[in-house]
């Protein structure tokens, strides 16, 4: 390539210096007589004229500065033939960690939000919030330490409405008496509790007497006969659906008329069972009954005739199946609090306060009150997501954080995992918890959406090797580059041969093997239960590089451990008289408190010393 345009750029180095010495000196190069007065003047002075040795110093100036630029070109054609669009050091990927910048530019650098990752700066620890309405994933094994490095943190400084699954009930206590004193109204259903909870009954949510009735209880009827989310599988379910959706208007008319109270799932059960009479008298009664509707009359009256006409082994199945599925709510404690509801599940985003919905279900109780549970979650979801304005935007006066420890815990949700596209423009913002992706894909499937629809994913150090590759793919390859010397000589040489190489090649920024090493937070010696110091964690954002952060365990905030302290109320609803400024654990952006709160911040802190709660 110099060798072909080397001729070009002489020629125009020459016409150029030409060009200058006719326009500025008035010498015309090309006139033999310009030539015969340079021949005089240096026989008469011995120097060429100066306008004349500038001008070709310029041209050889010129000359080689081509040249350079040309040798430039060259090699960085060179380099592109050779490594394609990318340098030497990208040639195999261009992975990094992220910076302060990068971390900036992805909008976690602010005093409010959920907490999804923690930065060192300078001698304490920078909580790191996501503000958006994307969602929120974790993977975190059990006893990680996601409990104290997110959920807590993040329930001690959102000022808005929020559900959380509360698995053990720690969330409630550690959380709960902070929230209340901003002005809060804390709800906290624990159905399996005799006292201390409030009541939730499904049934309140079917809009009674209105042509949504049918539709409500289909809906209901479905998660009752399908606990675990798999659809309904063979006849019986089927025609357990078909049947039970029925019973439920039944129940909500017949309790209606004859007790003038609202029906409960638990009511449901026993006019099925009819221990009086039998399941004759209630097909009778089905059969001839008149409803509000047009709607829900056709709908009892069909299912009553259909279970009558069916003989008496297929009816004796269907009905074994629907007696099955509600058996939970033979427990008198369930019972009693599925009975009536004491709250509505739209005050969460459309009341006059803040909500803070606390679901507590004990780890013995999981498997038992999955069908409750998906119940709730599906008409949470489906009453919070059907409010418009007049412009056709989704109305709400305040936005919600659904905090989800142990998603898979419930099984399968369908609606969650097709809300979630939708979700954020009705100002719900969700918070996903799982232990592994295997345990994701278990009740997912592997193709599943609910990774794509999380903008922002947190991990801490997996115990399974699929997820901890997962990871490592997520944080990219990356090019290392290697300087090789080679010395050779002969037998009878002194200084022999010494030969310098490069070499570039691609690895993992963050090997497998490497995630499942990332640093725990450190325990005390002497007290286990102890953490003296954060462990790392890994933090992805959509179109940022992967942030290798700290753990920002709440107890090392001096602001946040002293709300953790503040007593959970003992009711099962209850709010504060006055509310207390939310005040963030962003030292830079803290509001002064006012004389009383400050009063009452420095009473927790002197009853700080008494908490002998593990850390």
């Known amino acids: 390539m110099i060798a072909l345009l080397l001729p070009v750029v002489v020629v125009a180095t020459i016409v150029g210096t030409g060009w200058l010495w006719q326009s500025v000196w008035d010498f015309y190069p090309l006139e033999a007589h310009s030539w015969v007065w340079v021949w005089n003047y240096v026989k008469a002075y011995k120097a060429l004229p100066s306008f004349l040795l500038w001008g070709l110093y310029g041209a050889a100036g010129a000359i080689i500065g081509q040249l350079v630029l040309l040798m430039v070109i060259a090699s960085r054609i ?3 033939t050779l490594h394609g669009a990318h340098g030497e050091n990208t040639l195999h990927g261009s992975a990094r960690w992220a910076r302060l910048a990068d971390i900036k530019d992805a909008g976690l650098w602010r005093a409010t939000g959920v907490v999804v990752g923690g930065w060192r700066k300078l001698f304490r620890t920078k909580s790191l919030r996501d503000d958006g309405p994307e969602h929120v994933l974790c993977f975190a094994p059990p006893r990680s330490g996601k409990g104290t490095g997110l959920v807590i943190p993040t329930l001690l400084s959102w000022p808005e409405s929020v559900v959380v699954h509360d698995i053990r009930g720690e969330n409630y206590a550690k959380s709960a008496g902070w929230r209340a004193a901003q002005g809060q109204r804390i709800l906290k259903f624990d159905p399996t509790t ?3 909870s409030i009541r939730f009954n499904p049934l309140s949510d079917v809009r009674f007497g209105t042509i949504h009735e049918v539709a409500d209880a289909q809906n209901i009827a479905l998660l009752i006969v399908d606990p675990d989310g798999k659809g309904l599988a063979d006849f019986w379910q089927k025609s357990g659906f078909s049947w039970l959706c029925a019973a439920i208007l039944y129940s909500l008319y017949k309790m209606r008329q004859d007790h003038d109270r609202e029906a409960s799932l638990h009511d449901v059960d026993m006019i099925l069972t009819n221990p009086g009479e039998g399941i004759d008298s209630v097909l009778r009664n089905m059969i001839a009954f008149q409803a509000t509707t047009p709607a829900a009359t056709e709908l009892i009256q069909a299912s009553g005739q259909e279970m009558q006409d069916k003989a008496a082994q297929e009816r004796s199945g269907v009905l074994s199946s629907s007696k099955v599925d509600l058996s939970l709510y033979r427990d008198p404690i369930i019972a009693a609090n599925t009975a009536a509801s004491d709250f509505s599940l739209t005050d969460l985003m459309h009341g006059d306060q803040a909500v803070s919905l606390y679901i507590i279900v004990p780890p013995s109780d999981i498997d038992r009150l999955r069908p409750l549970l998906r119940v709730l979650w599906n008409l949470l979801l489906r009453r919070l997501m059907k409010t418009f304005d007049a412009s ?13 420890d142990e998603f ?4 399968k949700l369908e609606i969650f995992e097709q809300s979630m ?5 009705y100002g719900i913002k969700a918070f996903l918890i799982v232990q592994d992706l295997t345990q994701l894909q278990t009740h997912y499937g592997e193709k599943n959406s609910i990774m794509g629809l999380c903008k922002v994913k947190i991990a801490y150090a997996p115990n399974e090797v699929s997820t901890a590759k997962v990871l490592s ?3 990219g390859k990356t090019t290392i ?3 090789k010397r080679t010395a050779s000589k002969k037998a009878l040489e002194v200084a022999g041969n010494v030969t310098d190489a490069v070499n570039s090649t691609q690895r993992a920024l963050l090997e497998y093997d490497e995630v499942m090493k990332l640093k725990a937070a450190k325990k005390s010696r002497r007290d286990p239960n102890k953490i003296v110091k954060p462990g790392q964690m890994l933090t992805f954002v959509a179109g940022q590089p992967p942030i290798l952060g700290i753990q920002p365990l709440y107890f090392f905030d001096k602001d946040l451990d002293a709300r953790s302290r503040i007593p959970a109320p003992v009711g099962h609803d209850q709010a504060a008289p006055a509310p207390a400024p939310v005040v963030s654990d962003d030292k830079e952006n803290t509001p002064e408190l006012p004389a009383g709160a400050a009063g009452i911040a420095d009473r927790l802190r002197a009853a700080a010393g008494t908490d002998t709660s593990p850390r």
């Open 408 to 411: 898979t815990s419930v099984k």
């Open 78 to 80: 060179g380099a592109r």
């Open 481 to 483: 580059v290697q300087k």
């Open 194 to 196: 005799e006292t201390g």
């Open 421 to 425: 596209a939708y979700m954020g423009g």
């Open 473 to 475: 793919e997520m944080c």
């Open 392 to 404: 056709g935007n989704a109305n709400y006066k305040r936005r919600l954080l659904i905090m989800f």
